[in-house]
């Protein structure tokens, strides 16, 4: 109660003073009134006798003529640019701050010579009766609250109780702090209504509220409703209504500062500023709106500067219970700036007191409005959209088996555009919040025609990427299902290397075109762009030519189906089996494991052992004194032999031995050819395991396989007689 007496006090004696100098604007005594020309005449008359009033009217004068020069200059121009805004806006600020500071102190001395002409006698009626009206507002306010306290209680009670289930524990909770809220406005409105009565029916006229009266009480109403609902927030009537999670120091810390501070501006701007602009003059209250407003915000400046530290601390730790990345960074930014951003806020409000100082107070609380609604909404929407991004995606049991890499895709996909959505959010509230406190203007900037094709390509590159990722989306998963052999039959490795071509190609023209079309929907000229892109096509072409014949045969070549990852082949002169294929190169493993890597532009013929079926290619020779009809018998048998073998008679495809009979009568042999029909790349083990039992029937059969033969030539004289040959002849001791 001493606070509020204190403060109110402190106004009073301003106030009381103010309420006896003569309105501007009409008469106090309705006898008084003169005829209209010649009051008009006295009181131009005696501004014009008055130093401070004449200097101020000129001071007007300039200035209405400075703004209707400025206006004509700014029509002929047409609209100013944004720069133009700024440097106008600073220009207005300081040409302000110089003006006020002039119309200040003639106002105060205006004002002073006023107060040397006042009635003492009807100076403290009318103080006493406003300090009556002060007194009698606050007590009766205070004394409804304190016998409120019971319902408070009560109301704590049943917001703290924990039975039930958890909707309906929260649910109580809601009713009980709307509750206490209700019966704190309702004490306010009561005070305010016995304010009311007697002002109506114990002070002054019966049924007429004077002005300085109707101004108090309106700001005892939007000051005690602000602090009530102070109060609600900061659980000022008990632990359990609280709404905003701090400790039982921190609310009463920042209870006591906001609640002197919504009472000083209260107060001040509603009540002394008005009044002061009534009774007094205009310039007498601009300048003291000014001085409220920086007594303010200087105060506030050092409350933030002393809380930065604590509020930092603060913020860190909330950061850290963060599970989104996107919001610990932002909260840990916020950690680090915040004093830096309410300073400018409080600059702000400095600014526009001095520009506009009739209507500081309604842009501020617009500006701030728009501000929070713009905060609030991004953050709301950014909490969903994080929600989002935390659930995985989940898709069927047989659309993952039929897709197996689709979930993981589109959980890949998803997060990211729902980050550009939420930069997108985050731009909106800045520029919402520039509209706010900024000359930019939003909503014309968004109708003007550089705004509109703006957003209109903003949308159009994000409907170009959103297909295009979906394009890619679709094809991908495709060639994933063709490559899936739970969805169907296995691929084969011609298949896998084909589809992995495709989707590398489809993945570099994507990318290729979208960006192209992109550029050009934002308005960079792309016909440069695609010729030094052909000039460079073609310089490439002309200096990586074998790279170029590289991807072409490789491409004709997997078209063709010459070569699969697993076949046996020759290829540029080299044997081996294929272990790797690309769009320009192939990789060889031969017998002895030497890995080698062939370009497609060195491969002129290709030889498959794995196409259709194979011919293993017998040619036996055997001696010129044996039977060839006897040898052919002996190769039958040992191919009918041959089909005994379980294994090598799957890898036989008929039953039949082909034999071309005697195909040459060489030097020391006679040669037999036969051929067995095999699966392709069978040929090689089965025509060991038949050379392997010709060679068992041969020997049984005595049949000679002949061999070279080594004869040992001596050398003649030139009497033909051969040289003596030593020999010696060893016993079976090995003694000579």
């Excluded at 009051?39 to 004449?54: K, P």
């Excluded at 109580?172 to 702090?177: L, P």
């Excluded at 792309?526 to 002309?542: D, E, M, N, T, Y």
Aim: aromatic fraction near 8%; glycine fraction near 8%; proline fraction near 3%.
């Amino acid at each position: 109660m001493k606070q509020p007496l204190m403060a109110c006090l402190a106004f009073v004696f301003a106030l009381a003073l103010a309420g006896l100098f003569p309105p501007t604007t009409h008469a106090a005594d309705p006898k008084s009134d003169a005829p209209a020309a010649e009051s008009g005449h006295e009181r131009l008359a005696d501004l014009l006798e008055d130093e401070a009033a004449r200097a101020a009217l000129i001071e007007q004068l300039r200035k209405h003529g400075e703004q209707d020069a400025a206006e004509a200059i700014a029509g002929a121009a047409g609209e100013p640019s944004l720069a133009a805004r700024v440097a106008e806006l600073s220009q207005r600020v300081a040409q302000g701050a110089v003006s006020e500071t002039r119309n200040a102190v003639a106002a105060f001395g205006d004002a002073w010579h006023r107060l040397l002409a006042v009635d003492t006698q009807v100076l403290g009626r009318i103080g006493g009766e406003f300090a009556a009206l002060v007194v009698v507002t606050l007590v009766v306010f205070r004394l409804l609250w304190l016998g409120a306290r019971a319902a408070f209680r009560a109301l704590d009670r049943q917001a703290g109780r924990r039975d039930g289930a958890v909707a309906l524990i929260w649910l109580r909770r809601a009713f009980s702090i709307g509750g206490a809220a209700m019966t704190d406005v309702a004490v306010v409105a009561l005070a305010w209504l016995a304010g009311h009565g007697l002002a109506l029916f114990a002070l002054g006229a019966p049924g007429e509220l004077r002005a300085h009266e109707s101004l108090f009480l309106n700001a005892f109403l939007v000051v005690e409703c602000l602090r009530a609902a102070l109060r609600i927030l900061l659980a000022r009537h008990g632990e359990r209504l609280r709404i905003l999670p701090l400790a039982e120091e921190d609310q009463a810390y920042w209870y006591a500062w906001s609640s002197r501070m919504v009472f000083f501006l209260g107060y001040g701007l509603m009540m002394a500023v008005p009044m002061i602009n009534h009774f007094v003059t205009a310039e007498l209250g601009r300048a003291v709106a000014v001085l409220i407003l920086l007594a303010a915000l200087l105060r506030t400046a050092v409350i933030v500067m002393q809380n930065r530290l604590r509020a930092r601390a603060a913020l860190d730790a909330l950061a850290e219970r963060m599970e989104s990345s996107f919001a610990r960074i932002s909260v840990g930014i916020g950690a680090r700036i915040w004093h830096v951003v309410a300073l400018v806020y409080l600059a702000a409000i400095l600014v526009t007191a001095i520009l506009y100082p009739e209507e500081a107070l309604p842009f501020m609380l617009a500006a701030t409005g728009q501000t929070l609604i713009a905060v609030v909404g991004g953050i709301v929407l950014a909490a969903l959209l994080t929600q989002v991004i935390l659930r995985r995606i989940h898709i069927g049991d047989e659309l993952r088996a039929k897709f197996p890499l689709l979930e993981a895709r589109l959980n890949a996909y998803v997060p990211t555009a729902l980050k550009v959505a939420r930069f997108a959010i985050l731009a909106a509230v800045l520029a919402v919040v520039a509209d706010a406190w900024t000359p930019f203007d939003l909503g014309a900037w968004v109708a003007s025609e550089s705004g509109a094709r703006l957003l209109g390509r903003a949308l159009s590159v994000a409907l170009i990427i959103v297909l295009a990722l979906f394009a890619w989306l679709v094809i991908a998963s495709w060639i994933e299902f063709r490559l899936n052999p739970q969805a169907g039959a296995a691929p084969n490795p011609r298949a896998r290397t084909l589809l992995t071509i495709f989707r590398n190609a489809v993945a570099i023209a994507l990318v290729v075109v979208t960006s192209m079309v992109v550029l050009s929907e934002i308005g960079i000229n792309i016909a440069p762009l695609l010729a030094g892109a052909g000039v460079l096509g073609l310089a490439i072409g002309f200096g990586a030519q074998k790279l170029v014949q590289d991807v072409i045969t490789g491409v004709f070549i997997q078209l063709e189906r010459a070569i699969d990852v697993g076949d046996t082949v020759t290829a540029g002169g080299i044997t081996g089996t294929v272990e790797r294929m690309t769009i320009r190169s192939l990789g060889l493993r031969d017998l002895s494991g030497t890995y080698h890597l062939l370009p497609f532009s060195s491969v002129d013929t290709v030889a498959n052992y794995n196409r259709g079926f194979a011919w293993h290619v017998g040619e036996y020779g055997i001696g010129y004194r044996e039977d060839t009809d006897d040898a052919i018998e002996h190769l039958r048998a040992a191919f009918a032999e041959l089909l005994q073998d379980p294994a090598l008679r799957e890898q036989i495809l008929d039953d039949q031995l082909e034999v071309h009979g005697v195909t040459a009568l060489a030097d020391s042999s006679v040669n037999i050819r036969v051929r067995i029909k095999t699966r392709a790349g069978s040929q090689f083990p089965v025509g060991r395991a038949y050379n392997r039992l010709v060679k068992r029937h041969f020997d049984a059969a005595g049949i000679e396989i002949p061999y070279p033969h080594l004869t040992l030539y001596f050398g003649e004289d030139k009497h033909g007689k051969a040289p003596p040959a030593h020999l010696k002849l060893l016993d079976s001791g090995g003694a000579g």
